[in-house]
């Protein structure tokens, strides 16, 4: 038999003064309430109560486990306390991971958050790279593509797209694409995390999907090496709407093939477990779904 539940039957007979009355505060037979004591005293090879037609008491042993029993459930009582709480109430460290990028998007709840619950320590770590959340202990991770880790759980916060620019410089000396497939002569740079990889995928004019391989010589995992790389002439490059908007303005940068949509992304907030989510995660959660409505612009400025 279970030896918590024959141990809590034990201290309950003990409370009421009979099998019948622990029975019926433990919604359980008196039989069975019988069978968990005779379990925990075989299992102890001593005489835990002295029992009589009439009334129960404790033998000498019986006493002293007694007295700590309950003890044990008490302890037990408060740490499932403390678990409930800190389910319901955000206490602990707070783990993020967040795309460089998107800091501007996130350092608003960060501070919000930290106002409203100060008994929450965070501590937030930002780059690029794909992070292993369970082996490196983020609680969260906040992204501008979908994690490759199929088990993780994921919440879309906010829609946005790339934008197909290059210099006045580069076109000067290379020419200006004038369709799709012209991009297959021109020296296009990546960001090792664009989901296909080297092919790259628009929506054509009529709404239809198509795509293009495409070729170059740089390959980054660094969305600002490939701003500055285009500001400098070196290329082609399918950048975040949001990094390239002030160059784009100043015509710095030049949109190419606009007819062409990229496809829309998400900003997402990514976490290892769906059920008993702590609170400190959750509420976290809510905070960026709130603020993506008015931080739209910021993500995706050219929708």
């Not at 201290?11 to 009979?18: F, N, S, T």
């Not at 499932?80 to 800091?103: E, K, M």
Request: charged fraction near 20%.
């Amino acid at each position: 038999m279970d030896r918590l539940t024959s141990l809590t039957a034990f201290v309950r007979v003990v409370d009421a003064g009979g099998f019948s009355a622990a029975g019926r505060r433990l919604n359980m037979s008196t039989t069975m309430v019988s069978s968990h004591v005779q379990a925990l005293e075989d299992r102890l090879g001593v005489r835990l109560l002295n029992r009589t037609t009439r009334k129960v008491s404790l033998t000498e042993v019986g006493k002293a486990y007694y007295d700590r029993a309950t003890q044990i459930l008490a302890d037990l009582e408060q740490a499932d306390n403390i678990a409930s709480t800190l389910q319901s109430t955000p206490r602990g460290t707070l783990r993020l991971y967040i795309a460089t990028h998107l800091v501007p998007f996130v350092v608003p709840v960060v501070t919000e958050f930290m106002s409203t619950y100060p008994e929450v320590k965070l501590e937030v770590m930002m780059g690029e790279r794909e992070v292993d959340m369970i082996e490196e202990g983020f609680d969260l991770a906040v992204r501008l593509v979908p994690p490759r880790d199929s088990s993780l759980i994921t919440r879309s916060l906010a829609t946005w797209r790339h934008v197909l620019c290059c210099s006045p410089a580069y076109i000067g000396k290379h020419g200006m694409p004038r369709q799709l497939s012209d991009l297959a002569a021109h020296n296009c740079m990546r960001h090792v995390h664009y989901p296909y990889q080297d092919e790259w995928r628009f929506l054509d004019p009529t709404g239809a999907p198509v795509a293009l391989r495409i070729s170059g010589q740089l390959v980054t995992n660094s969305g600002e090496t490939l701003r500055q790389a285009a500001l400098n002439g070196v290329g082609i490059s399918l950048a975040a709407g949001f990094l390239v908007r002030g160059d784009l303005d100043a015509g710095h940068l030049v949109r190419l093939l606009p007819d062409y949509r990229p496809l829309e992304f998400a900003v997402n907030a990514s976490y290892p477990h769906r059920h008993y989510l702590a609170a400190k995660v959750r509420i976290f959660i809510d905070l960026l779904a709130r603020h993506s409505a008015d931080q739209k612009k910021l993500i995706d400025p050219y929708t």
